[in-house]
């Protein structure tokens, strides 16, 4: 019932934001259906548990080569098993963090994202009390050190957790050494050239729309 | 210039979600300036920093009462105070986290966060080896014991980085509870009342969306 993805190009898959941006619930809800000890599940059945429209969940799906049996449903281990490889959590992604502040020593330490494809395989920062000191594992390098470690070690994200004052300086000096993606958790919008790619996460951003609509309600 | 938002209701003004996304970035943007000696700050002058229109900047700014002068443009004191003021960073805003796994663990100790507005004054989790220890000056309680705390602390907010099977448990219980606004850091999709404010930041639903755009550039 589900065709795999082709090995040669596992997400040449054009599929649009809103998309990309429900699959991973899709992939929570079976995740948690298989631990019930259910095999199939519906369209209609998912609908229930996310409040999203059934022919949305089946439209969405079908970008990732996924469809539903009449009367069955989907089988939930194919389901897994293609989301996640299409999500790109069943590969090792390796990163560079830059700045071992407060947050970027926390991202250090959540040892969940390794779950989902991300490797830190290495942390850069300018305090002498950092470098050369290693946290859950990770190596802590000067930031001088950058372009040596990227020729060593073939990277393609950046994750950047600086303090706002030097992240664009960063950002170029990551684009110039090579990295193709940033993960950017200062609330900093940062300029890279086109073909760069920036996920933004600022939790103080969501921190702030969370205040709002939360006092839009007392 | 800038009219200051009334005390006795500081954040009830209706602002569209996207403006809502977009003041931190000029928050941050004028910080820099102010850091680096400005005064004053025109919309086409933060335009060109963070590639917005300046047309939508000012309107963006006129949401929350700052309107700059002809020539002069925005005084940058004015504009941080009431950015900060109305985004809710200046005021504490308690909350309780759930879930002291690899990510709660992170949060509690990112310190950052009391910056923007939040402290997190407890957490809670059943793991025996963690229920009555301390990470970064936070206690953590049992689970059960949060009805109990939650009579002694009024706390608006909750923190959720539980195991996905359990997420919609603990919302149901954190909602009786009495918490107002729900920070969701896992990949479910919690279903609440409607008056609940919901903010959801899966990070593995940021790093899917980063993986499958570097994938289209490779």
Redesign the interface.
Known sequence: MSTHLPESQ???I??P?PT??R???Y???V??LK?QGEQYVSSTQISK????DASQIAKDLSYVHLSGRTRVGYEIDAMIEVLED????TRM?RAFLFGV???G???L?????NH???EIVAAFDVNPQLVGQELNGIPIFHSDEFEQRMKEQQV??GVLTVP??IAQAITDKMVAGGI??I?NF????I?VPE?I?V?N??????????????????
Chains 1, 2 share one sequence.
């Open positions: 596992p997400l040449a054009k599929v934001e990309l941006r699959l991973p619930w992939l929570s809800n995740k948690l631990q548990e996310i409040n999203i299409f999500l790109g959590f992604h502040g407060s947050l020593g926390a991202l330490q959540d040892s969940g994202l989902f494809g991300l393609a994200i706002i004052e193709k993606a993960w200062t609330p900093f919008r300029r073909e790619v996920q996460t600022s939790l103080y951003a969501h921190l702030a729309l969370m205040f709002n609509r939360l006092n839009m309600n007392v």
